[in-house]
């Protein structure tokens, strides 16, 4: 898929609430990671998994399900395989009164779940990742497209 950065950049300047489907409690996910970069950056981050339902992560509960959500979510960004994904979007248009955009991770396409989404007026993004994307667009990426940080010069 081709995305124009005109594109990518405004989803990722409207976006205010991102509804994480599969995330990890495991830090080294990068389902973990990326919410985490994004709750840092600002973004009011939902964590979605049915296996750690109840618990805290980036200070707020994790939910069972989309529907389980709060109405604000205007953005879900997809970490399950790509047979999952219209069950998912189909979920999320029916419970997400404020949803403006489907993104999924890189490795996850789904033609049927992005026909669905965008017949409702709902933005689509495949096959990339909102923290890669958001590093490139605004600046932070690094030597070899990493976003690296200080390091001593005595290692």
């Not at 990518?8 to 300047?13: A, C, G, P, S």
Request: net charge neutral; proline share 5%; glycine share 8%.
């Amino acid at each position: 898929m081709t995305y124009s950065d005109a594109f990518l950049k405004d989803i990722l300047t409207r976006t205010k609430v991102v509804a994480v489907v599969g995330v990890s409690m495991n830090p080294v996910r990068p389902s973990y990671y990326v919410a985490r970069y994004l709750s840092l950056k600002g973004y009011r981050v939902i964590p979605v998994n049915p296996g750690h339902a109840g618990k805290m992560l980036f200070g707020q509960q994790v939910r069972a399900s989309l529907a389980d959500c709060p109405e604000d979510v205007d953005m879900v960004d997809i970490f399950r395989r790509s047979e999952h994904v219209p069950e998912v979007v189909q979920e999320a248009l029916e419970a997400l009164p404020s949803l403006r955009t489907v993104w999924m991770q890189i490795g996850v396409e789904n033609a049927e779940a992005a026909a669905m989404a965008q017949a409702r007026g709902v933005d689509v993004i495949q096959d990339r990742c909102p923290k890669i994307e958001y590093q490139r667009l605004f600046g932070e990426l690094r030597m070899g497209g990493f976003a690296t940080g200080v390091i001593s010069s005595k290692l």
